[in-house]
């Protein structure tokens, strides 16, 4: 036999001698579960019992197995409400030996007669009541360990959000009824004394003002505790983003006030003052981008955040400064304002100004906000264009208000898998140059997510965007405040401005209405990955609504992977419209869903 047949041989024989290992040292069941029982309660037992790759030497080992399983099986079964099972653990005859467990469950016990023993001082009486308005055990139901235990949970929290911060249990007393069959719960609860809250106790070595903090607790001294207030206060400095840690909870009642009041003790570490941000970006349509962010902390003692931004890139660069200040003049309002420095390289202007602006965003919930602004822009605008050039000139002075409501009602912010969002931004615009021009450029985008199957592996996802502007013909608004479409956040398969109408020299006209649509289907596969497949369409109109005629249309798939947080993403689009200077296809790649 040559050299080559004596390898082939030593492989094969090493490769059955893995798979021999491998059959050998299976995971098998600890112990084989017999008995007349349903299927839920034969899985859950399965479950508690485990499996093991080690084989029975023994009928020792085999006994000792068998009782160790019938001890994990009794804890289910009682665990389950079958108090009266009977449980044998045993040895086969075979050789090796199996451990085995023979159940008879018997019947199942049921709840009776549940009720709530107040240890004096017992609560007010609508405390009471609420107490046992949530225990949520129906007499008849099966005596679950686990809902008699989370019955007292529930009691407590309803107690503790009433005002008595100290409710505690004590040991509750639970009588398994052999000859009926039933479970008789009755929970002792210590409520405690109602209390009242004081104002705060502020630690920190940081540089917060004392008084903007106490300013942001959402009671007043006197009033009852309530633990999603302090939850609350706790939520508000933890978004402003300035503090690495932040706790807050209830003082020991030792330093309750001689006015009977308990302060709320807060402690706070500021992050590092400040921070660089590095960034870097490639498009074979927007070539190399770099862009940097310098970043202050708390500047004013009031988690402000004071940043400088710049960016360099072909299309669009600028360098500016920002201000934002969290819980401005109420909570959970932010009022932001700065200024910069930009120029802007499309294919259908360039433009080079300076603007200034301020808004005040007013949240709700985490995702949901309302937003109104303004901003006042001076600008030297060079449009590509020989016809349809506007009678403004090219010094342009722009001054705009913001009126914007987003609303989020999806389950992710990242990867929504059901759910829907809708935004509606209006722009009352007034530019003056040779001449003055007022006009009013609206837009909204809806989005909804439907999901498939139990688990939302399957997702489609649909999203709608259109704009018009009210009080202008395209040819009195400037090239640079047109409407333009194409481009990652709007039809893939096209580059930046290359949907809608063109001049004979094919620079990008632009428009005075938009539509865009997309339509997704995400499949996840496995763990982590999924595929995309996608069709986006968008039309630029040069009247009050675009037509069919300015229709284009793009498709693509995509893959995405879960990074824990929300999925990394990698399009390719292809145009079905391609003109002239068109690629034959797009590339994009980013955080998070296409929308």
């Not at 579960?33 to 309660?41: F, W």
């Not at 023979?102 to 609508?126: H, L, M, N, V």
């Not at 996840?524 to 284009?552: L, N």
């Not at 947080?565 to 994009?588: K, N, T, V, W």
Request: one cysteine or more; proline letters at 6%.
């Amino acid at each position: 036999m040559g050299r080559i047949g004596v390898a082939r041989l030593v492989v094969a024989v090493a490769a059955s001698a893995v798979i021999c290992s491998g059959a050998a040292h299976a995971e098998a069941p600890r112990a084989k579960i017999e008995g007349e029982m349903d299927s839920a309660l034969r899985e859950a037992i399965q479950r508690a019992v485990g499996e093991t790759d080690r084989p029975i030497s023994n009928r020792f080992e085999a006994r000792r197995r068998a009782r160790t399983a019938g001890e994990d099986a009794i804890a289910v079964l009682r665990s389950e409400g079958y108090y009266g099972n009977e449980v044998e653990a045993d040895v086969g005859d075979t050789d090796p030996p199996t451990a085995i467990v023979r159940i008879t469950p018997g019947p199942r016990f049921t709840i009776s007669d549940p009720s709530i023993e107040w240890i004096d001082p017992a609560p007010y009486e609508a405390v009471r009541q609420a107490g046992e308005a949530v225990m949520g055990l129906a007499i008849g139901a099966p005596g679950r360990a686990l809902d008699v235990v989370s019955a007292e949970g529930r009691i407590i929290a309803a107690v503790q959000k009433r005002g008595y911060a100290d409710a505690a249990p004590a040991p509750r007393e639970v009588i398994v009824d052999h000859a009926d069959q039933t479970v008789r719960p009755t929970y002792k609860i210590i409520a405690g004394k109602l209390v009242l809250l004081d104002g705060l106790k502020v630690t920190t070595d940081g540089r917060s003002r004392i008084p903007w903090i106490v300013g942001l607790a959402p009671w007043k001294p006197g009033d009852v505790y309530d633990p999603e207030d302090v939850g609350e206060l706790e939520r508000r400095l933890l978004d402003t983003g300035v503090y690495d840690s932040v706790t807050v909870g209830l003082a020991p009642i030792e330093d309750t006030t001689a006015e009977g009041l308990r302060p709320v003790l807060v402690s706070l570490s500021d992050r590092k003052p400040r921070t660089i941000e590095l960034s870097g970006s490639y498009s074979t349509t927007e070539g190399v981008g770099a862009g940097a962010r310098w970043t202050r902390y708390n500047v004013l003692g009031r988690a402000d955040t004071l940043a400088v931004v710049g960016q360099v890139a072909q299309i669009d660069s600028h360098l500016g400064v920002e201000l934002t200040l969290p819980h401005w003049r109420r909570p959970q309002q932010t009022f932001k304002t700065g200024g910069s420095l930009y120029r802007r390289n499309t294919d259908a202007y360039d433009e080079t100004g300076f603007g200034v602006r301020a808004d005040v965003q007013r949240r709700y919930g985490k995702t949901s906000y309302i937003t109104l602004g303004g901003s006042v822009d001076y600008s030297q605008v060079d449009e590509k264009q020989t016809v349809l050039v506007s009678s403004l000139g090219g010094s342009l002075y722009t001054v705009a208000g913001l009126a914007l409501a987003y609303l989020d009602r999806s389950d992710d912010p990242l990867d929504p898998k059901r759910g829907w969002r809708l935004e509606v931004r209006a722009e009352p615009t007034y530019l003056f140059g040779s001449e003055s021009l007022p006009y009013l450029k609206a837009q909204t985008q809806a989005s909804t997510y439907i999901p498939f199957g139990p688990q939302a592996r399957t997702v489609i996802a649909g999203r709608v965007r259109a704009g018009a502007m009210f009080g202008a013909t395209i040819s009195q608004v400037p090239a640079p405040r047109r409407f333009y479409a194409g481009g990652g956040g709007s039809v893939r398969g096209y580059a930046f401005q290359a949907i809608g109408p063109r001049l004979e020299d094919n620079t990008p006209q632009g428009g005075v209405s938009l539509l865009e649509t997309s339509l997704e289907l995400r499949q996840k596969v496995g763990e982590r990955w999924g595929v995309v497949g996608f069709v986006d369409a968008g039309a630029v109109g040069t009247d009050k609504f675009p037509t069919g005629d300015d229709f284009s249309v793009g498709v693509g798939v995509g893959v995405r992977y879960d990074l824990g947080f929300g999925p990394i993403r990698a399009d390719i689009a292809f145009p079905l419209d391609q003109r002239e200077g068109d690629p034959s296809f797009q590339i994009y790649l980013s955080i998070g869903q296409s929308f």
